[in-house]
């Protein structure tokens, strides 16, 4: 291992911030790998709590169920990392005012369930922080095919999806493909943070 680049790579990212909408399955993931990169800052929003039905595909455990996500992924990422900072924010975004919480952040990952929602998100990030990249994700549902994932660059937004795939409402979420994207997104997120100059 190149222990000099990872030295430099350290010193970029712990003074970096990614904001990340949503910590279900995406977000979640996503998080841990950004914290286990070393990210210095994240901002984690979601309104939700642990359910059972999320364990087969999101970093949380038995005995957080109940828990908000936000704190429970908070507990999760510092047992990893304890010296990263967590804005854990419990706050169900609302059209007009969905950018608000990442206004600080370097990069933004679109970690979001809801297609319609996922849609003005995206919308409203690229409207009011024009100059902030968002990494989004489509088509998370289902398994195998890893060959048909891709990612487009679209100016400031950066998107990894299976165009082939079907919804979730007509798919099954399991960890593997879910797992895959949020750290595909994560991988994004890193090149576009670190560039080619380390």
Request: glycine share 8%; aromatic share 4%.
């Amino acid at each position: 291992m190149n222990t000099q680049k990872q030295k430099r790579i350290k010193e970029i990212l712990s003074k970096k911030t990614v904001g990340i909408a949503g910590a279900g399955g995406l977000g979640s993931n996503a998080a841990v790998a950004l914290a286990r990169s070393g990210i210095g800052h994240l901002i984690i929003v979601d309104f939700d709590v642990v359910e059972e039905r999320n364990l087969n595909r999101q970093y949380y455990f038995l005995d957080q169920l109940g828990m908000k996500k936000v704190d429970a992924l908070t507990q999760n990422i510092h047992r990893i990392n304890p010296q990263i900072t967590i804005d854990s924010v419990q706050l169900k975004l609302e059209q007009g005012q969905m950018h608000t919480p990442f206004v600080s952040a370097d990069i933004i990952i679109e970690a979001l369930d809801d297609a319609k929602t996922k849609k003005i998100f995206i919308e409203e990030i690229l409207e009011k922080l024009p100059n902030t990249p968002i990494v989004a994700a489509s088509g998370v549902a289902g398994y195998g095919h890893n060959d048909r994932i891709n990612t487009q660059h679209l100016g400031n937004l950066h998107v990894c999806y299976d165009e082939q795939a079907k919804s979730s409402e007509k798919d099954v979420l399991l960890a593997p493909k879910v797992c895959l994207m949020a750290n595909w997104q994560a991988n994004i997120t890193l090149d576009l943070l670190l560039g080619d100059n380390i």
